[in-house]
T-cell receptor, first 113, second 111 residues
Framework: EAQVTQNPRYLITVTGKKLTVTCSQNMNHEYMSWYRQDPGLGLRQIYYSMNVEVTDKGDVPEGYKVSRKEKRNFPLILESPSPNQTSLYFC????????????FGSGTQLSVL | SQQGEEDPQALSIQEGENATMNCSYKTSINNLQWYRQNSGRGLVHLILIRSNEREKHSGRLRVTLDTSKKSSSLLITASRAADTASYFCATDAGSWGKLQFGAGTQVVVTP
């Protein structure tokens, strides 16, 4: 089944403790992206990647890191999480660029205490 | 910054009625997409309309695009309880990789 898999689904952590949210897609998609969703603000793009070793900042990249060492994986790294990063996070992928149909993961609800 | 903004923010209708929501955007676009989100889950793509298209249909969905007014509408005909969800428009303004989403319209369909 074609899908984007995010883990974990829920995560509670404390300020400053490094964490990684994993994302994997099995559709051989070139493009992958991370979004955060906050009430009333819709989805805001954090980082995106056009292909292996090619990443770029979205609208809200501060406090986040990404890497794209393999085509299928695009982990999101919070090296020193803060409470303002408490949010619902989504990974998405598409065959081509960001203007094409996106396939989304199920989301990761992160709480930073 | 949000490119697309949906209106209304919330919509409550009964089964069988039609639901209409609008999306306005600020800059020229290559295409506009609509997505559905059920209760905090991942978004699901509904339909994509390109800037040179004026109307598109998919099942009970009808999307229009008016580039002169920089607006789009999504019509769901004969609504069902299963249509209860949040609906988002997303615009591709040509900045490669940057698909921008609005804040969404929350639709509740009561039996």
């Amino acid at each position: 089944e074609a899908q984007v898999t995010q883990n974990p689904r829920y995560l509670i952590t404390v300020t400053g403790k490094k964490l990684t949210v994993t994302c994997s897609q099995n559709m051989n998609h070139e493009y992958m992206s991370w979004y955060r969703q906050d009430p009333g603000l819709g989805l805001r793009q954090i980082y995106y990647s056009m292909n292996v070793e090619v990443t770029d900042k979205g609208d809200v990249p501060e406090g986040y890191k990404v890497s794209r060492k393999e085509k299928r994986n695009f982990p999101l790294i919070l090296e020193s999480p803060s409470p303002n990063q408490t949010s619902l996070y989504f990974c998405a992928s598409s065959l081509g660029g960001g203007g094409e149909k996106l396939f989304f993961g199920s989301g990761t609800q992160l709480s930073v205490l | 910054s949000q490119q697309g903004e949906e209106d209304p923010q919330a919509l409550s209708i009964q089964e069988g009625e039609n639901a209409t929501m609008n999306c306005s955007y600020k800059t020229s676009i290559n295409n506009l997409q609509w997505y559905r989100q059920n209760s905090g889950r991942g978004l699901v793509h509904l339909i994509l309309i390109r800037s040179n298209e004026r109307e598109k249909h998919s099942g009970r969905l009808r999307v229009t695009l008016d580039t002169s007014k920089k607006s789009s509408s999504l019509l769901i005909t004969a609504s069902r309880a299963a249509d209860t969800a949040s609906y988002f428009c997303a615009t591709d303004a040509g900045s490669w990789g940057k698909l921008q989403f609005g804040a969404g319209t929350q639709v509740v369909v009561t039996p």
